[in-house]
């Protein structure tokens, strides 16, 4: 069965947008949990634009499901990798000026870099996943470098409709059976949501799906009106 990964990055924007102290994403990680996510993750990005060093070390602590860090493959994400010990790490491309991740990881043109990086995190028994593009190249030199885990990047999919998402989707589907006949287990994410996520989900032997930003924005829907109702109760009443 396919599990959930809820990424909490985007409760943390709203936190950094003031640099206070709500909303505290450890605590929307137990609610996350509450509601039935198999995994927390978390991208501490170099520029700290939202996850902070405090956030990761206080989710080690205190979710009951498993941590997921993405991370770009740095020295200083290493250490913290290695000093966390979360339950996998994600190894995402990372550009200071994007707003999201926009490609995969390009693992093909890393390889010996890669090797090195993930032979390290294996030592401290940390499994670890590649972010890339549905490319079967991609695939292959992942399995070489020793990667447990693959994540497909959807964000295309999601962009796309109609013939072209199909086409995408298929792109996807042998990928991932691509990867399942080398051994490596299939996670998936970037822009699913509710409308698109089933396809995905449906894959054979799709293990888990990483999404936050409809998740969050779900929330804030279906939120909002009560929140809205607590604060005139509060103004309202003498
Ligand atoms: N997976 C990876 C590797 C990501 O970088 C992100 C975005 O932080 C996601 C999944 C989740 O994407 P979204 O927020 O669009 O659901």
């Known amino acids: 069965m396919t599990t959930l990964g809820v990424n909490i990055d985007h409760i ?9 102290v709500e909303p505290d994403p450890v605590q929307f990680a137990f609610l996350a949990e509450l509601g039935g ?44 990798a290695k000093k966390l010990l979360p339950d996998y790490v994600t190894l995402v491309p990372e550009k200071r000026e994007e707003v999201t991740t926009e490609g995969g990881l390009d693992v093909k043109n890393n390889v010996t870099y890669l090797k090195n990086f993930v032979g390290n995190l294996k ?28 994540e497909l990047h959807t964000g295309k999919y999601s962009e796309l409709t109609g013939q072209d998402q199909y086409k ?15 051994g490596i287990v299939v996670n998936a994410g970037h822009g699913l949501n509710y409308n698109n996520v089933k396809k995905i989900a449906s894959i054979n032997n799709m293990n888990e799906l990483n999404i936050g930003h409809s998740i969050v924005a779900r929330a804030l829907a279906v939120g909002l009106e009560k929140s809205v109702r607590e604060m005139k109760s509060l103004i309202t009443s003498n």
Do not use: C, W
């Open 123 to 150: 030592d401290s028994n940390i499994e670890i996943s590649a972010f890339i593009d549905p490319v079967g190249e991609q695939i292959n030199y992942s399995k070489e470098i020793g990667f447990n885990f693959i």
């Open 12 to 20: 943390a924007n709203v936190r950094q947008a003031r640099r206070t």
């Open 37 to 80: 996510a198999d995994s927390i993750t978390v991208h501490l990005r170099e520029d700290r634009r939202h996850i902070q060093d405090r956030d990761v070390f206080l989710l080690k602590e205190t979710i009951k499901t498993k941590l997921n860090l993405e991370m770009a493959a740095t020295d200083e994400m290493l250490d913290i």
């Open 168 to 182: 995408e989707l298929q792109r996807i589907i042998e990928s991932a059976h691509l990867a399942n006949d080398l």
